[in-house]
């Protein structure tokens, strides 16, 4: 079961965030879906997951990859710890675009139940880059 989860969440990694594909979306994430790590009173369902992606990553960054570096499963949970970058050409959290390429660092924990997200914890570095965006 480790190896088909870790295809689960590097399918949605690939096909999800970096394509914007929102049928895989659907097809990967479950009904009752939690983000754990939604700021405090925001949304944490599964719209809130797309969201980020599509509304607020998307339009600020071009060229938008995502490239996994390791992952790790166990029982029903997969830790992935992954790069996101781009081109900084949108913007981005009310800063305007630099052109500068920017990487943020993920690691994310995801607990996947009959081949879909149904949870989500994660730590990135997104705080940091927009401080170095704001410098410029």
Known sequence: MSAENKEVVRRFN???IQNGNEAIFHALIAPDFVNHSAPA??????????NTFQNILRPALS??????????AEEDKVTTRKTISGVHTGTL???PATGREIA???ID???VQNGKY???WGLN?????LAALSKT
Do not use: F, K
């Open 14 to 16: 690939i096909e999800v």
């Open 41 to 50: 009173g925001m949304p944490n369902g599964p719209e809130s997951m797309w």
């Open 63 to 72: 060229n938008l990859r995502v490239a996994i570096h390791d992952q790790i």
């Open 93 to 95: 959290l009310g800063i």
């Open 104 to 106: 943020i660092s993920v």
């Open 109 to 111: 924990i995801v607990r």
């Open 118 to 120: 149904a949870e989500h």
């Open 125 to 129: 570095t997104l705080s940091n880059v």
